[in-house]
């Protein structure tokens, strides 16, 4: 019979419920370190029937300290446990170990970096998988650095789905680096200004452009002319500098942060789930065939 102790000291160490980490003492003679590798196998035998599983939901963060930021987005696959308090939990321990690791690199921040229970970050989406049920996975994250004279600017929206991190280069006005972040944050610019515009993107904007205005029986000399002025308008609306300002349309995003005397150096946005192809799931259909066994 397991000790209250023991039992307690092991649940704070791996988040394992009462049954689960009761189970696992009598099952290795109230050896805590084996009690621990044993949670952690059953957590990552249950994983591995979640791996094909998609993973949509979830939140998307941004940790500041310093000179140093990271911004992440860790996956589940229902808006509910997106809102599990293990799971937030899980997600505040990431975003701080994130920023203290300082590394880009995915698997080696997924398998390296030791989390406060003293987990990798593989090894607790994996625990937490088996706890839940759900798949639980870091998708992706970025770690940036500033000099000391530049500034972050951060926007999370109140349901954590989409984060916002900007670079600006020099101390302005709280005020509107705020605003810009979340402008960004609403209106989901592709780049961040014309020099970031990806050729192979606009290239095959161009050539549907140019399609449909021969199609539309356009002369070659005008139609050259409609192609220019439909691609400045597509990358009014992708471009984060050229976008109109949603506070002031009459102004650019660019020129909004000049007349603070700033410029922008980098612009980062996560929206959960962006990209990923969701399942979607017939539930009639679904019932009728359970019905039909």
């Known amino acids: ?25 009598d099952e290795n003679h109230d050896d805590l370190e084996a009690s621990i590798q044993w949670l952690r196998e059953k957590g990552i035998a249950k994983a591995a029937k979640k791996a094909g599983a998609i993973a949509t939901e979830g939140v998307t963060k941004v940790y500041i300290s310093g000179d140093s930021a990271v911004i992440f987005e860790l996956n589940c696959e229902t808006d509910f446990v997106g809102t599990n308090s293990a799971f937030v ?5 990431i975003g701080l170990t994130l920023l203290k690791g300082g590394i880009n690199d995915y698997d080696s921040a997924l398998n390296n970096l030791k989390l ?8 607790a989406c994996k625990t937490l998988t088996g706890k839940i049920g759900e798949k639980i996975l870091l998708r992706r994250f970025q770690f940036i650095t500033k000099k000391p004279e530049e500034m972050f600017s951060s926007y999370e929206h109140s349901n954590h789905r989409i984060a916002v991190l900007l670079t600006i280069d020099k ?64 990358l009014g609306e992708v471009v984060l500098e050229s976008q109109p300002f949603v506070k002031n349309p009459k102004v650019s995003i660019k ?4 007349s603070a005397n700033g410029t922008l150096l980098k612009y980062i946005r996560f ?15 679904e019932v009728a065939s359970q019905i039909k066994k």
Do not use: C, Y
């Open 116 to 123: 406060s229970s003293g987990m990798s970050i593989d090894l």
């Open 271 to 285: 929206q959960v789930g962006e990209g990923i192809e969701k399942k979607v799931v017939d539930f009639a259909a």
């Open 1 to 25: 019979m397991a000790n209250i102790e023991l039992l307690k000291k092991l649940r704070d160490l791996t988040q394992a419920g009462v049954l689960d980490a009761k189970k696992a003492l």
């Open 255 to 258: 020129d909004h942060l000049s």
């Open 171 to 234: 101390n302005i006005d709280q005020i509107v680096a705020k605003d810009i972040a979340m402008h960004a944050a609403a209106m989901a610019p592709t780049f961040m200004n014309p020099n970031q515009v990806d050729k192979d993107w606009l290239a095959n904007e161009t050539k549907i452009l140019r399609e449909q205005a021969i199609a539309e029986g356009k002369p070659i000399e005008k139609a050259e002319m409609i192609i220019r002025g439909r691609i400045n308008k597509l």
């Open 89 to 93: 939990d899980l997600a505040n321990d």
